[in-house]
């Protein structure tokens, strides 16, 4: 765990470069590549490879790839997972949990309908923007040893919500071929998930994108992933609509004096549990919180089960970093664009007005990361990897797609023909001049 | 043309399939890409090579793909274009046209201002969404033989009224090394472009996504180009936000018995003279319209000089289609997903409500399409290629982001802490469940 003292050395430390972390593969996957493919291949190649597979030769691919790549063995027949297993899987689950994402459920719906945007039209201009959903979308979940049923909801609700016609889900089976991870399918029995597959890896995108005789083409992918499944988004783009590329989770909290230390480390904490690749980074004002704070790391460090991860998050890239006040924090912070940014400030409204670059903005001491994470409503599917900079957390607009409405009225038409003409004619396109021309001539009369 | 009746085959002649059009090369270019790189390569391949070299060689790969394949000597000290000769190109532009401008200009402000979002947050819940502009924009303009000044307008002023802080332009010199167009520079200069560097082509894209020596790293590069610049784009999307992929340019007609036939044809035409790969397409629920347009296609054909092009267009792509009712109509209009879909029928605002896929809609005889590309206000850069199901028109939502809001009071996360803590332990997340449960024992008076 670094621990930096001044702006300049924060910048210097927070500054990603231009490193893309979804890009980069560690020597055992390049080691697992090879024994599986017989080459050296990057994972670029090995996806661009899949790709191709599944889009020529359809559902044979994924079947073929999930055996070879997960060690699943699933038929065509049993691809699809049958409605009635989501139901199953819903009355089966603990009913303390049940009613824990039913909660989250209904929050994350609530928060989704308040941003949805509205279709309008300026009587005046006679322009406006008209909203409509997409037809289909392909929700990603992992599953396997990390199965989050989180993302079920905080992905396929916001879907649901825009109004997309078909929600598909696509998650691989456990190792032992027994299917998807049965509270996984729990949660898209609540979020209203139309149709499951169970696929993974970036076969599962590619079957989504495509289509296969079995799985539907969608409009857009979404959802977190690992490196091949990041990469088939990155390459798809463009065929689908992407809603981001996702790397390990970070949070930056920023403290001043006011701020709990043992809130912070707690916090810091639950993000370094989720991955060695995880960033818990903290910006403090005050030196003796910032001293605090690092031992208290220590103490909680020692009673989290996942305590070799959080060590290896923390130390690979864990960041404590002292400034002058909060106006630099910010700097630092928008600089680093974390896809969790926790303001533990005495004004934290007051703070949050600066910030410019995070997924989601955490305020004060009632609003810790892990709120997001469950149960408090926005997306917990935000940019990472300094995407930030220009993506947006996952919501309705992701979905939703605007065609702008252009209904001139004669009389604007008119005042504006000459003009457009003028212009078309600059560009040499003087078909298009006549088209405006022609309306011109014949309200004075005139013909072609 | 081809001369379609009935609905199902309308549906298979405007199913575009999974045809990506801008991935897709003539043999003219597959064999100037031999030429000029002595070997065989895919318009993928050479942008690969093209996107590897400017990311770690900078400048000079810039200078030297714009001689090689630009045949345009450009040096490091004029790769950009001083501010001065923006505003020496304005001032020199006919004052008509630089009148035309203007209006087009003010009416493109107006309309994105109107479009703008606002950050929110609702005092009740504590959530809310709050949108920040991106820091810098790239925005492409096509030059040489066909350069189009209003494509400068209609995204350059979209991301200044977005707020973004330097918006860059790259657009190329014509072939007499004589620098940029006159009119983009003025264009450029209305629109209050940052800064314009002379450069084209995937070696373009790849500068402002990458940054160099002299060009500035951007968060989105936006706008239309040729395959290179297409290609270039989709692969650099996830290192930075990218609007759109744009192919060659449609337009669908849809018209009933209402409508007069002279303006359809020229609509088409309009369309038609863009490009030999455009796609003029008409639908319409009149037999004698139909004939009617087909026969004005003829006629006002001969009257256009580029009449060679709209040809080629005409019976590459061109299709009249006669279905039974306007039901038909806009569901055929719905899966081939135009840029431009024009109702010439006699209610438009009614059947707007029934437009599912277009980027723009045009209603009724006063709005067409060459008042989009010059003067209504809408960016005329919109989705083609049938990814209108996904993507949207041009506009300060491409250039904003949200950050999610999280500032629950202390009360509201009481009530739901206990939910995301079991939800987490659900997950396996104990440092998770750990951070909020920690909050809910200080309540009490307790401890870690």
Redesign the interface.
């Known amino acids: 765990m670094q621990v930096i003292k001044g702006f300049e050395a924060g910048k210097e430390a927070l500054d990603r470069g ?1 490193l ?1 972390v ?1 890009d980069s593969a560690s020597p055992q996957v390049l080691d697992r590549i090879e024994k599986l493919f017989n080459e050296r291949l990057t994972p670029r190649e090995v996806v661009s490879r899949i790709l191709d597979s599944v889009r020529w030769r359809g559902d044979s691919a994924v079947l073929g790839y999930t055996s070879m790549l997960d060690g699943v063995d699933v038929d065509v027949e049993s691809l699809e997972v049958p409605k009635a297993a989501l139901k199953q899987a819903y009355d089966a689950i603990p009913a ?2 049940r ?3 039913e ?2 459920a209904a ?1 994350v719906r ?2 989704q309908q ?2 949805m ?1 509205k279709s309008w039209i ?1 009587e005046a ?3 406006g ?2 909203f ?1 959903p ?2 289909r979308a392909g929700v990603y979940a992992p599953g396997g040893l ?5 993302t079920v909801l905080m992905t396929a609700i916001p879907a649901k919500v825009a109004g997309v016609d078909e929600v598909t889900l696509a998650t691989p089976s456990g190792r032992d071929s027994s299917g998807p991870n049965p ?1 996984v399918l729990a949660a898209a029995y609540i979020a209203g998930v139309d149709r499951v597959f169970q696929m993974g890896g970036a076969q599962a995108i590619a079957a989504m994108a ?2 296969t005789e079995s799985v539907p ?1 969608v ?2 992918v979404c959802g977190p992933g690992n490196i091949f499944v990041t990469l088939a988004k ?1 390459m798809v ?6 809603d981001g ?1 996702y790397g390990p989770t970070e949070t930056l909290v920023i403290a001043d004096g006011s701020a709990d230390p ?2 912070c480390a ?2 810091l ?2 993000q ?3 991955d060695a690749l995880a960033s818990p980074v903290f910006i403090t004002t005050s030196e003796t919180v910032l001293a605090q704070v690092a031992a208290e790391l220590a103490r ?1 460090l020692e ?4 305590r070799n991860i ?1 060590a290896a998050a923390l130390e690979g890239q864990g960041v404590l970093v002292l400034v002058d006040d909060l106006d630099e924090a910010i700097a630092l912070g928008n600089l680093y664009s974390p896809e969790h940014m926790c303001l533990l400030v005495e004004e ?2 007051k703070l ?2 600066k ?25 917990h599917v ?2 990472t990897g300094g ?7 996952l ?1 309705v ?1 992701q979905f939703l ?10 009389e ?3 005042a ?9 004619e ?11 021309q ?2 011109l001539e014949r309200s004075k009369g005139g013909g ?1």
């Open positions: 231009s893309r979804w303390d949990l009613k824990a994402m909660t989250a929050r609530s928060f308040a941003c945007p300026d201009t006679g322009l923007e008209q409509t997409m037809a990390a199965a989050y049923p989180s509270t495509y289509g083409k409009d857009i990155q783009y463009g065929e689908v609509a992407v590329l043992v809130l707690a916090d904490l639950a370094a549990e989720h909680q009673m989290l089960p996942k959080a934290p409204r949050m007005t910030v410019r670059n995070a997924g989601g903005v955490f305020l004060g001491e009632s609003s810790p990361e892990v709120a997001g994470d469950y149960i408090a409503g926005p997306s935000m940019p995407t930030a900079r220009f993506n947006s957390s919501g607009h797609k605007v065609t702008s409405v252009i209904g001139l009225d004669s604007t038409f008119h504006l023909g000459e003009d457009a003409a003028r212009f078309a600059a560009e040499g396109l003087n078909g298009h001049a006549r088209a405006a022609i309306r072609l």
